[in-house]
C-alpha cells in the first residue's frame, strides 16, 4: 500500500509569511495528488488537486507542485483564515497524509 | 453548487449498527460524473476513506478492505440521498464521520464538497 508523509507535523507562522508544506509518496504517484485545508471544527475543504490545479474560488497564493514521490504546498502571504491543518491525499489510493499544522508565531 | 448535508445520531453503543445518511442538493445521486463517498477523522487514524457508491446503470460499491464487511453504503435515488451502515461498532470506531462527493468523470478524482460532519461516539 502507498503511504503518504507530510513534513513538518506542525509550523509557526507570521502574517505574510511565505509557507512550504511538504509531501511525500512511498512510491510514485505521478500528479495524482490533492491538498485540503481544515480549519478547527469544520470539513476538509479541497484547494489543489492533480497536485498543480487550483480549485475554483480558493485564493491564488495558495500554489502545488511536484510529481512522482515528492509534492509541495506553498501559501504565498499568510493570511489569518490561512491557520489551518493542511492534508495531501492521494487521490487512486484515497491515502491522506497525517496533516501538518500552521500555527500563528 | 452541490451541498451535502449529514444526520444520524451521536452516540452508538458497543456492537450496535451506526447509521448516517447525507442528503444531496444541486446534484443527483444517480450522476454518471459522481461517487459518494463516506470518509471518517479520529485523532488515533486521521482521515480514513470508508466507502463509495455510484451509478453505472447500476448501483456500484467499493469498500475500504480495513472495514472488514462492517460497511453497507446504499443510495436513495427517490431521496436523493445515501446512507452508511456500519455493523459490530467498537469504541475504536469513534470518529467524526463525513460525506463527501467524488468527481469522477475525468482523470483526476477528489473529495468536493464535504458534508459539515457527524461526531460519533461509541459507548454504553
Known amino acids: 500500500d502507498i503511504q503518504m508523509t507530510q513534513s513538518p507535523s506542525s509550523l509557526a507562522a507570521s502574517l505574510g509569511d511565505r509557507v512550504t508544506i511538504t509531501c511525500r509518496a512511498s512510491?510514485?504517484?505521478?500528479?495524482?495528488l490533492n491538498w485540503y485545508q481544515q480549519r478547527p471544527g469544520e470539513a476538509p475543504k479541497l484547494l489543489i488537486y492533480?497536485?498543480?490545479s487550483l480549485r475554483s474560488g480558493v485564493p491564488s497564493r495558495f500554489s502545488g507542485s511536484g510529481s512522482g514521490t515528492d509534492f509541495t504546498l506553498t501559501i504565498s502571504g499568510l493570511q489569518p483564515e490561512d491557520f489551518a491543518t493542511y492534508y495531501c491525499?492521494?487521490?487512486?489510493?484515497?491515502?491522506f497524509g497525517p496533516g501538518t499544522t500552521v500555527h500563528i508565531k | 453548487q452541490v451541498q451535502l448535508e449529514q444526520s444520524g445520531p451521536g452516540l452508538v453503543k458497543p456492537s450496535q449498527t451506526l447509521s448516517l445518511a447525507c442528503a444531496i442538493s444541486g446534484d443527483s445521486v444517480s450522476a454518471y460524473d459522481a461517487a459518494w463517498n463516506w470518509i471518517r477523522q479520529s485523532p488515533s487514524r486521521g482521515l480514513e476513506w470508508l466507502g463509495r457508491i455510484y451509478y453505472r446503470s447500476r448501483w456500484i460499491t467499493d469498500y475500504a478492505v480495513f472495514m472488514n464487511s462492517r460497511i453497507i453504503i446504499k443510495a436513495d435515488a427517490s431521496k436523493n440521498q445515501f446512507s452508511l451502515q456500519l455493523n459490530s461498532m467498537t469504541p475504536d470506531d469513534t470518529a467524526v464521520y463525513y460525506c463527501?462527493?467524488?468527481?469522477?468523470?475525468?482523470?483526476?478524482?477528489?473529495?468536493?464538497?464535504w458534508g459539515q460532519g457527524t461526531r460519533v461516539t461509541v459507548s454504553s
Open positions: 463527501a462527493r467524488d468527481d469522477i468523470s475525468g482523470s483526476y478524482n477528489y473529495f468536493d464538497p
Open positions: 512510491q510514485s504517484v505521478a500528479n495524482y
Open positions: 491525499q492521494q487521490s487512486y489510493s484515497k491515502i
Open positions: 492533480a497536485a498543480s
